[in-house]
């Protein structure tokens, strides 16, 4: 069965250091997503990507991050310059059509010290 | 502004009993609704969803949820509960005119033997 594969599993920087975590959506989706989870609280949306572009992105998503298509297969989220605040589990997602479910990836644990 | 609540942060419940796991949402115009469920270590699984159409959906595992127009909830069930069901639930919530998923704060379940 296809899935979203996210490296590394777990990342540990120290502040102000850039980051860049690696996602490999399902092959034929179309739609890219990022979200968070800081330990203990609820997951939240980050930013979209559709047609090699930013589609909907939250407050969150500020000029810190940035996310790329360098390539057919990988999605990337980098941030630019780490804070304490930035330590959470990131999840990649992909869905085949705006109106489908998303299937998420295992997560990348940033640890920022 | 979308948003869902779930109200219980915990459901216990003995294997073989059936369960219910509560959420309600909050949406303009027509809701687009998941489950997903996060074992231990794990990414974000989905479970089932609501789109259109019958107004129970079936799902993974044996899982089912009803949406209710009125009540503005989408609770997820299953009739017979397993010690493996143990997890942690999200639902979500999708308006029409966005792509990102609004997740709730998750509510445990422990099915004890």
């Known amino acids: 069965e296809p899935e979203v594969t996210q490296t590394p599993s777990h990342q540990v920087t120290q502040m102000g250091q850039e980051v860049i975590l690696r996602c490999v959506p399902i092959?034929?989706?179309?739609?890219f997503y990022w979200y968070r989870q800081i330990l203990g609280q609820k997951v939240e949306f980050l930013v979209s990507?559709?047609?090699?572009?930013?589609?909907?992105k939250s407050e969150i998503f500020d000029d810190q991050f940035s996310v790329e298509r360098p390539d057919g297969s990988n999605f990337t989220l980098k941030i630019r310059s780490t804070k304490l605040e930035d330590s959470a589990m990131y999840f990649c997602?992909?869905?085949?059509?705006?109106?489908?479910?998303?299937?998420f990836g295992q997560g990348t644990r940033l640890t920022v010290v | 502004a979308q948003s869902v609540a779930q109200p219980e942060d915990q459901v216990n419940v003995a294997e073989g009993n059936p369960l219910t796991v509560k959420c309600t949402y909050s949406?303009?115009?027509?809701?687009?609704l998941f489950w997903y469920v996060q074992y231990p270590n794990r990414g974000l699984q989905f479970l089932l969803k609501y789109i259109t159409g019958d107004n129970l959906v079936k799902g993974s595992y044996g899982f089912e949820a009803e949406f209710n127009k009125s009540q503005t909830s989408f609770h997820l069930k299953k009739p017979s509960a397993l010690v493996s069901d143990s997890a942690l639930y999200f639902c979500?919530?999708?308006?029409?005119?966005?792509?990102?998923?609004?997740f709730g704060t998750g509510t445990r379940l422990l099915v004890s033997p």
């Open positions: 092959s034929n989706h179309l739609y």
């Open positions: 979500a919530v999708r308006g029409l005119s966005f792509q990102k998923l609004v």
């Open positions: 949406v303009s115009g027509n809701p687009y």
């Open positions: 990507f559709y047609n090699n572009e930013i589609s909907e």
């Open positions: 997602a992909s869905s085949k059509e705006m109106n489908t479910e998303a299937f």
